[in-house]
Structures are given as structure tokens and as C-alpha cells.
């Protein structure tokens, strides 16, 4: 692992089918054509990964749901932030994502899409393995449901299956911070990164399905500048320096990966967007409960 706090210039980068590669043409396209040389726009398709978007409607496959009944294995704490979704790993479609995921179980996330400013931890995951006994919890007894304003924002969370598409997703932020100081470069190797950010912006509404939630892939949100990966990595560090994480948690975007970004869509929220990231070698160890999150919002 990188040390703390020091911040390497890095594209995930992933293999990709051709098929799905081919679903960026239009991207291609338009971006040679706003005169950006083939061989640049090559190099950022290489940055391509598979995502799994869910929705709540289309014709994919039944992956999970929002909502439903909170089923935890007796030793697993309940966790303090709300229940968001549940996710069949078993379901999704095979290459719909690049992440180390368990083949089966089922993931189980849960966060509070409020920001104070201070970039805290809302949010954890927690993985039950296939075949765990489970028991039913109670889902509001956190201590957001003693609030009328936050028990309202959780009562208006969505409900309803989720079925999965696999996209392709290619990055949505376009520069690295200088480690050191707050001095921003475009994405190394790539001089016209904000050009190429700004055409997917342009552009992948035509190419990809929409969702409200996504497996894998890269994060996006409003304002897109930096990796939204970078502020969960930021939150982490900091988390681990109030609480025992039991190990390292390291300062390196490139040690991380996005393992789900949620747009809530509820009233009161718009443009809300929850990222959970985790460790890579954690998700490779299962060791979900060491997942962070944050959320953006704009209000």
C-alpha cells in the first residue's frame, strides 16, 4: 500500500469486451471530431470499466432491492445508518462489473445521504454469505428515526426490485491534486482530460442506460473536478485516526475502489449522490465492514 496521504496519479483502467468497448464509439466519434487525436481518445477508452447499473425498470435481471426486510446474521451488529438496498451477487450478470466481488451472498448497503460539511463516514456494508442463518432487525431503530426531518428523509427512501445493465463507464472527474499542496493537473498521460471528461458528459446519455444506482465503475456527481473516490479516501484516513479500523487505511486513491454510488432522488435531496469506496485488497478479503462512504450534495 501507498503511504498516507500520498496521492499517486492513476487510471483504474480494466479489461473490457469488445462489445462493450464498441458501445463508446459515439464517444469516439465526437471526440475526434472536436479534434482530440485518436490516439488520446484510444488511451482514455483503455480507462473503460464495466458497471452495473440498477434501476427499477427495464428488461434486465432481477439483481435486488431497495428496501424489503433487514436480514442480518445473528452476530452482525445492526447497523446505525438506514437500510438503503440489498444486492443478489449471484445475479449479476457475469461481467457487469471488474470488482472482486464474493460469487454469491448478498451485500447489503445502507447510508444517511446528509452532509454537514464535515466529511464523515454515513454510511457501511455488510456481506452475508450464502447459506448464513439470518434474522429479521428492525430497521428504524437508529437514531435518525427520533428525528422527524431524518425520519422523513428515510421514509421516503426508494422501494421496489432492481434489475441490472451492464455499461461501460469511463471517467467523469478530470484532474489529480499535487500531493502537498491544493495545485490540480490534468489526469496523467492525458493533457486533454477535461475536454475528454466534458464530451462523456456530453455524450453518455446516448450510451448508457441511466440508474439510480451503480455497481463498479467510476464515480460521478455533480461538478465532477477530482475523483469522488479521493473524498471517501480523505474521510477514511481521517475516520482511522478516531476509531480502530483494525489496520491501515491507506491514503492512496489508486488503493481504492468505488464499489457503489447512489443517486437518492428524494425531495429535499436533488442531486444528492452516495459513494461507498473500499480498499481493494479489503473487498479482495471480504472485509466489507471496513467499507467507507460520503456523500455529495449541492443544495
Known amino acids: 500500500m501507498a503511504a498516507a496521504g500520498v496521492v499517486r496519479p492513476w487510471l483504474y483502467g480494466s479489461f473490457m469486451t469488445p462489445e462493450l468497448r ?11 471530431a472536436q479534434g482530440v487525436p485518436a490516439g488520446e481518445v484510444e488511451r482514455w477508452l483503455d480507462s473503460a470499466r464495466p458497471c452495473a447499473t440498477l434501476s427499477q425498470g427495464g428488461g434486465g435481471p432481477v439483481v435486488g432491492m431497495f428496501g424489503g426486510p433487514l436480514m442480518l446474521p445473528a452476530d452482525t451488529p445492526t447497523p446505525v445508518f438506514p437500510f438503503v438496498a440489498s444486492i443478489d451477487l449471484a445475479a449479476l450478470p457475469d461481467g457487469a462489473t471488474d470488482l472482486s466481488l464474493p460469487p454469491d451472498g448478498h451485500l447489503l448497503l445502507f447510508a444517511f445521504p446528509d452532509d454537514d460539511g464535515d ?4 454510511g457501511e456494508v455488510v456481506y452475508v454469505p450464502v447459506g448464513a442463518a439470518t434474522e429479521e432487525r428492525d430497521k428504524n431503530s437508529g437514531f435518525w428515526f427520533e428525528i422527524d426531518e431524518y425520519r422523513e428523509m428515510v421514509e421516503a427512501f426508494p422501494r421496489g426490485r432492481l434489475r441490472a445493465t451492464t455499461n461501460a463507464s469511463l471517467p467523469c472527474h478530470h484532474a489529480v491534486q499535487v500531493s502537498g499542496n491544493t495545485h490540480t493537473v490534468p489526469l496523467p498521460g492525458h493533457p486533454r482530460s477535461r475536454k475528454l471528461a466534458e464530451l462523456w458528459e456530453q455524450t453518455r446519455g446516448d450510451i448508457v442506460t441511466g440508474g439510480p444506482l451503480q455497481i463498479g465503475g467510476y464515480a460521478s456527481e455533480e461538478a465532477v473536478h477530482l475523483d469522488p473516490v479521493s473524498s471517501v479516501v480523505e474521510c477514511a484516513v481521517k475516520t482511522a485516526e478516531a476509531r480502530d479500523w483494525g489496520g491501515e487505511m491507506s491514503g492512496a486513491v489508486e488503493d481504492w475502489v468505488l464499489l457503489a454510488d447512489w443517486n437518492p432522488r428524494i425531495e429535499g435531496r436533488e442531486g444528492a449522490v452516495v459513494h461507498w469506496a473500499i480498499q481493494r485488497e479489503d473487498l479482495t478479503a471480504r472485509r466489507f465492514d471496513r467499507t467507507v462512504a460520503t456523500v455529495f450534495w449541492n443544495p
Open 22 to 32: 464498441d458501445t463508446l464509439s459515439p464517444f469516439r466519434d465526437k471526440a475526434i
Open 119 to 122: 466529511l464523515v463516514n454515513i
